[in-house]
């Protein structure tokens, strides 16, 4: 079964790969992924806080307590908690893609042009064949519009396109009130892909304490939904790639993203709790239910699916809509 397709330009085999995770921080872990298949490597993100860190210094270093900016630093973890510092990350990046024959996409994580523009062009240059910029912005601020969010997103990615020359993906937030329009504006300025989506880290609460605890909970089969949906809408209007990315675990799931519309699957909590080698088996069960259910290749699926392909998309939307709320009855014990 041919399950090749084509991501950031890149002609791959098929479109399975792990996404950004600290899988690839382990050179091992790395072999045992391309071994298992991976049609590509996502590095880990490398957060602009980090960045600003080795720029300006450790915020306990700083005597400037008054100043907001440090004070907000160190809200964040301390520069020996990273797994990868800024100068270890490009090292990593730079062993990772000279032991591998598959191409490796760097990944930024930030929300401003100013704390990483320098490292996408680092990171062009430690080999990286395409970087992923990871626009994670939690709004706050009751005077900052959606439209300013919107802004800042689109000026990032217009400065990193102008700095770098490798491919560029933007991961998006599921929470824009227009996502096509912003996707169509990134297509405009040159974007080459589009990730659905980030996934937001929601805090508890621990009412003892009167702290905000992290909770990391992976994702299930059941958050893809929101990625399928998003597929659709997109696939065939704009030119950037697609990727899903969260909630893809098995081979329906990555199915249903390519006929969505998806270009590339990215896998992390499933590849987390398996391993690598289940990336060999999603691949293995997919090209067989396209076999059995006698497509000719995964480019035949791709798209099947899409809103594009529907006559009235904002009906079929709404028509489901209320059959799904029509139609739901009370389940009795």
């Known amino acids: 079964m041919d399950l090749s397709t084509t991501y950031l330009g890149f ?27 991976a049609a590509a490597i996502v590095m880990h993100s490398l957060f602009e806080e980090q960045i600003t860190r080795e720029q300006l210094g450790s915020v306990h270093d700083m005597m400037v307590h008054e100043d907001s900016f440090a004070e907000a630093l160190s809200y964040f973890p301390s520069p020996d908690e990273y797994a990868l510092g800024p100068d270890r990350y490009l090292e990593q990046l730079r062993r990772v893609k000279a032991m591998v024959d598959v191409p490796v996409i760097g990944s930024l994580n930030g929300t401003t042009p100013q704390g990483w ?15 992923e910029v990871n626009f994670y912005h939690v709004a706050t601020d009751p005077q ?19 700095a770098v020359t490798i ?24 974007a080459d892909g589009l990730v ?21 909970n992976l994702s299930t089969s059941d958050e893809l939904l929101m990625r399928v949906r998003a597929l659709a ?17 098995t081979a329906i799931d990555a199915l249903k993203a390519v ?28 090209a067989r239910w396209l ?20 006559p009235d998309p904002d009906a079929f939307e709404r028509g489901n809509y209320m059959r799904v709320l029509q139609t739901w009855r009370l389940t009795r014990a």
């Open 11 to 37: 002609p791959l085999p098929h479109p399975l790969m792990p996404g950004a995770s600290p899988l690839v921080d382990d050179l091992d872990m790395v072999r045992r992924l391309e071994d298992a298949g």
């Open 117 to 131: 523009l320098s490292y996408a062009k680092q990171i062009q240059e430690a080999g990286a064949d395409a970087l």
């Open 144 to 162: 900052e519009s959606g439209a300013a969010v919107e802004q800042r997103l689109l000026d990032v990615v217009r400065l990193v396109k102008a």
């Open 167 to 190: 491919p560029v993906a933007v991961k998006l937030s599921p929470f824009f009130s227009s996502l096509p329009y912003v996707a169509q504006q990134l297509d405009a300025l040159g």
């Open 196 to 216: 659905l989506f980030n996934r937001f880290y929601q805090p508890d609460i621990d009412p003892e304490a009167l702290e905000a605890v992290p909770r990391l």
């Open 233 to 249: 809408t997109l696939s065939g209007r704009v030119r950037a790639s697609l990727a899903a990315t969260g909630g893809a675990h």
């Open 259 to 286: 006929m969505a519309g998806a270009h590339a699957v990215q896998m992390v909590a499933a590849l987390l709790h398996h391993g690598p080698p289940h990336l060999r088996t999603v691949r293995e069960e997919l």
């Open 291 to 310: 076999e059995d259910h006698e497509y000719e290749s995964l480019r035949q699926a791709q798209g099947s699916m899409s809103l594009l392909r529907c």
